[in-house]
């Protein structure tokens, strides 16, 4: 996956946000990645900032789970690319 580039270019341990969501147009507001499989959502962010980041998203109506483990995020983002 993306995780071979990234240490190839030195960025094996920054910040992470897997971002599922879209907007329809300019003034229209975001549409959260959930699904029925997955209520909660399927963004997820990990690395130093994470909890931040996810507030951020959070305090826009969007949805954001916080992984502390690289091997989660990665999962989810498998997750997220099989829907």
Do not use: H
Not at 39 to 52: D, I, V
Not at 60 to 73: A, E
Request: with cysteine; hydrophobic share 35%; charged share 25%.
């Amino acid at each position: 996956m993306m995780e071979p580039w990234f240490e190839s270019k030195g960025l094996g341990d920054t910040d992470q946000v897997l971002a599922y969501f879209a907007v329809s147009k300019l003034g229209e507001p975001p549409v959260d990645g959930k699904t029925d499989t997955n209520p909660e959502g399927l963004t997820a962010a990990y690395g130093k900032w994470a909890s931040e980041i996810a507030a951020r998203l959070q305090s826009g109506g969007l949805s954001c789970k916080v992984t502390r483990s690289k091997s989660l995020f990665y999962d989810n983002a498998e997750a997220a690319w099989i829907y």
